[in-house]
Nanobody, 121 residues
Framework: VQLQASGGGLVQPGGSLRLSCAAT????????MGWFRRGPGKEREFVAA????????IYADSVKGRFTISRDAAEIRVYLQMNSLTPEDTAVYYC???????????????WGKGTLVTVSS
């Protein structure tokens, strides 16, 4: 299984971006899909996660109300709509698939390579 994240780029503060993560197939044990990020000089942190059914979502407090995670099960894709971006959102964003919806990276066993988001004026 390969995951490929895309949609990153340079955006001004207050702007929006939509990240997409495509998978070549659904791993048999995938019931949760998540987004994590690693900012400059920071450790990787949880951003958002969604269940395969789409009925459960969780968010980091830092993005709640600004970011929205969604998925297309038929296309095996997960999205992250990011609004009201700030420079603190600058990071490489990674998508991940795993057996449950969780905010811990250790739960996820399939990872994409990441896409860079830069928020700057």
């Amino acid at each position: 299984v390969q995951l490929q994240a895309s949609g990153g780029g340079l955006v001004q503060p207050g702007g929006s971006l939509r990240l997409s993560c495509a998978a070549t197939s659904r791993p048999w044990n995938t019931y949760g899909m998540g987004w994590f990020r690693r900012g400059p000089g920071k450790e990787r942190e949880f951003v958002a996660a969604i269940s395969w059914s789409g009925t459960a979502t969780i968010y980091a407090d830092s993005v709640k109300g600004r970011f929205t995670i969604s998925r297309d099960a038929a296309e095996i894709r997960v999205y992250l709509q990011m609004n009201s971006l700030t420079p603190e959102d600058t990071a490489v964003y990674y998508c991940a698939f795993g057996p449950s919806v969780a905010n811990r990276s250790a739960v996820y066993d399939h990872w994409g390579k990441g896409t860079l988001v830069t928020v700057s004026s």
